[in-house]
């Protein structure tokens, strides 16, 4: 029995694969997918600026262990599917979890140690399927991407801070729901991966003077702070799959990415209450797909940095036919409103533009412990937050993509 709609999907998928590898030369596009609306705002970066994003670990998996230093529980999800690239037919869906737990204030360790899951998805649409001949629909499939990724990571803050983490995923990709004419495979594939990755934060002012401060205003004292961190992950290391012919698999697209972040700003002190009035954040990342492809179909995997050029792709922010880089501006004022942009070029991308909005309860809740001296308020103020995410992908483009995203955050909890 020939399933004739299983053209049309292929064909679908790859023209998602063209938006994201530009090339063709991987299977399973989506694991390159951009899954979280913090990151994807700031042009698809995450790699080297230490984020407490629910989803951080995706792009680098020793986010973990920063995220672990603050946060005991993190968790995101989209409160509706995503119209994925401007499209009615494909969506995406979501969530991640994070937990974590610094010894440094139970044990005077300065180690943190965090778990985190996710579980992506790009819903294609449903088909109908046909008989070998007959174009008369005899029933109907869903073609799905997704995957489920455990990650453990761990961070040491003893001057400089430096994490470590890796991730394994179990991907399932959806073709078809059953074999295609005399062909062996059933347009479904299996797999799966490791990424791992390496974050490093050197705090230069904290270097300095630990204890470097200054009055703002009379009894209200301003702490700031500087911070450069470097970074680096590889991920989808596995083997290549197969929907279809078990002779043309096709490898995982294993990518490796690398760069740095700067973030400056104030924090103040009012009475018992800390609050970081301002923190600017600037990050570079250039990536590239370990896959090296011959005439003759065959290929190879690339070691190293693969063709990522420091100087080119990092340092002046210039993709090209091989590495992609990117670029984003991080404006958080008042723990309240977070203001995000990028952009990223190369491998047959022109600059495309990102952009996005974040509210958060925390600024809020401050203020309002220091006014109402209320126990409760404190206790929520102290260990709650509550945030809200609105990105576009793809700004003022034809493929210009929506995504929201709300999220929990729990910290400050001591359970030893």
Not at 115 to 129: D, L, Q, V
Not at 167 to 193: C, F, H, M, R
Not at 222 to 247: C, H, Q, R, T
Not at 292 to 301: I, L, P
Request: charged letters at 20%; proline letters at 5%; hydrophobic letters at 40%.
């Amino acid at each position: 029995m020939k399933n004739c709609i299983l053209s049309f999907v292929l064909i679908l998928i790859f023209g998602l694969q063209s938006v994201s590898l530009s090339q063709g030369e991987a299977a399973i596009p989506f694991l390159v997918f951009p899954a979280s609306p913090i990151q994807t705002a700031m042009g698809s970066t995450g790699t080297s600026l230490p984020t407490d994003d629910p989803y951080g670990f995706l792009l680098n998996p020793a986010q973990l262990g920063y995220t672990s230093q603050s946060n005991n529980l993190s968790f995101i999800f989209y409160p509706s599917s995503v119209d994925w690239l401007g499209s009615p037919t494909l969506s995406i869906n979501g969530i991640a979890l994070n937990l974590g737990y610094n010894f440094k204030n139970t044990f005077g360790i300065p180690i943190s140690v965090g778990i985190g899951f996710a579980n992506p998805e790009i819903n294609y649409g449903e088909f109908m399927r046909t008989g070998e001949g007959d174009p008369t629909p005899i029933g109907t499939f869903e073609a799905k991407d997704y995957y489920y990724a455990y990650s453990l990571g761990a961070g040491i803050d003893y001057y400089v801070q430096l994490y470590a983490g890796i991730t394994y995923k179990s991907i399932t990709s959806i073709l078809s729901d059953q074999p295609v004419g005399e062909e062996q495979g059933s347009g479904k594939a299996e797999a799966s991966a490791i990424d791992y990755g390496f974050l490093l934060n050197v705090p230069i002012i904290r270097l300095i003077d630990e204890n470097l401060s200054f009055d703002l205003t009379q009894n209200i004292p301003a702490m700031p702070f500087l911070n450069l961190s470097f970074g680096y992950s590889k991920s989808n290391i596995g083997d290549e799959v197969s929907y279809i012919d078990f002779a043309q698999a096709d490898p995982l697209p294993r990518m490796v990415r690398l760069g740095y972040g700067i973030s400056t700003g104030m924090d103040l002190q009012f009475e018992k209450t800390e609050i970081n009035v301002l923190d600017i954040s600037f990050t570079v990342d250039a990536e590239d797909i370990l896959i090296d492809r011959e005439t003759s179909g065959s290929f190879d995997y690339q070691s190293g940095l693969g063709d990522i050029d420091f100087g080119k792709n990092v340092i002046q922010i210039k993709g090209d036919d091989k590495v992609v880089s990117h670029a984003g501006l991080q404006i958080s004022l008042l723990e309240t409103l977070v203001i995000r942009n990028g952009h990223f070029s190369g491998r047959g991308f022109d600059e495309r533009k990102t952009n996005g909005l974040e509210i958060r309860a925390k600024g809020l809740l401050k203020l309002l412990d220091k006014f109402s001296g209320d126990p409760t308020v404190k206790f929520i103020s102290d260990h709650f937050d509550l945030r809200y995410y609105n990105t576009t992908y793809f700004a003022d483009h034809f493929l210009e993509t929506n995504i929201t995203g709300l999220a929990l955050v729990m910290n400050g909890f001591e359970f030893f």
